[in-house]
């Protein structure tokens, strides 16, 4: 029998065979990276039944697939907050706080990027349907609290998760957050006494400070560049990244890229915005490390005194 399929496979040609043995590998940082690991979509019905008898909250973070510059992949808004809401909930689980974290909702809102090609923007009232029925079925298996992040910093996005937990919030009868900075919250407008918005505290400042004058860093800049560096460095181009000078965009010039579509490729031709050049891999983990942990502790104390 084996000797059957070897034979078949020497017919078939080493292509099929390669492609066929590749299929079979598990993700690594070889061909890639798992964004179900450590997640729900990783455990079997049963055993995620049995953490939600032991209590647990959800962790769900809402990305997109976007343009990030000619060095880092379409899922970075996706692979940040898959890590971010993964070493959340260790965190979380140090402290006796069971939680489960729910796969990334990578189909979101694209206003600022979306004349890139890979920019998949969806409208938000199509999102905002979504995160309802997702509510509802996880209200039905018994979870009591989702927290949300953010994992993409469009305005329109960031107003959409907003009202797509509230929303879910009433239809499915559970207790559904926005966690978020209070840059971001004040950036988009929302009300920041709101029982559904949770604020992170403020981060400390850095011990060192930059090597280089601050500037716009927001896309694909030496932040994103580092956390990709430090966390995910298989899915990243590293020897583009040198040639990239700073974008060093006035404040004029920021609000333009702001308005998106047309504006934005005029502004940042190259789909990044910042210093990648100013990245490095220790920053990403460490940047990594702290925003988790803030997301954590937000959660921890609401935990503590549901709103
Ligand atoms: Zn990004």
């Not at 993700?27 to 049995?50: L, P, R, V």
């Not at 559904?196 to 030496?222: I, Y």
């Not at 560096?229 to 965009?249: E, K, M, S, W």
């Amino acid at each position: 029998m084996r000797r059957t399929i070897l034979a078949l496979s020497t017919a078939i040609g080493m292509a099929t065979l390669s492609a066929t043995v590749h299929a079979q590998q598990p993700a690594t940082a070889e061909n890639g990276y798992s964004i179900f690991a450590g997640t729900i979509a990783d455990m079997t019905h049963t055993e995620y039944a049995d953490a939600i008898k032991r209590g647990a909250v959800a962790l769900w973070g809402l990305g997109v697939i976007e343009a990030h510059g000619p060095h880092l992949p379409l899922g970075t808004d996706v692979y940040g907050p898959y890590l971010n809401t993964r070493l959340a909930r260790e965190a979380l689980e140090r402290r006796d706080i069971p939680a489960l974290v729910v796969p990334v909702f990578y189909w979101g809102v694209n206003r600022v990027t979306s004349a890139f090609p890979g920019s998949i923007d969806v409208r938000p009232e199509i999102m905002i349907e979504v995160m309802v029925d997702v509510f509802r079925s996880l209200k039905r298996d018994g979870i009591g609290a989702v927290f949300c992040v953010s994992g993409h910093g469009d305005a329109a996005h960031n107003r959409a998760i907003f009202e797509g937990v509230k929303r879910g919030a009433a239809a499915a009868g559970m207790r559904v957050y926005f966690v978020t900075n209070r840059m971001m919250a004040e950036r988009i407008g929302l009300p920041l006494d709101d029982r559904h918005l949770v604020l992170t505290a403020d981060p400390p400042p850095p011990a060192t400070p930059p090597a280089t004058r601050p500037q716009p860093d927001v896309h694909a800049g030496a932040g994103e560049t580092s956390s990709m560096l430090g966390n995910f460095p298989a899915v990243v181009r590293a020897d583009a990244i040198a040639a990239l000078p700073p974008t060093n965009l006035t404040p004029e010039q920021l609000a333009t890229w702001r308005r998106g579509g047309e504006h934005a490729l005029q502004v940042t031709p190259h789909g990044y915005l910042g210093a990648p050049a100013d990245a490095n891999a220790e920053r990403g983990r460490t940047d990594a490390t702290r925003s988790a942990g803030a997301l954590a502790d937000a959660i921890a104390k609401t935990v503590a005194n549901p709103r």
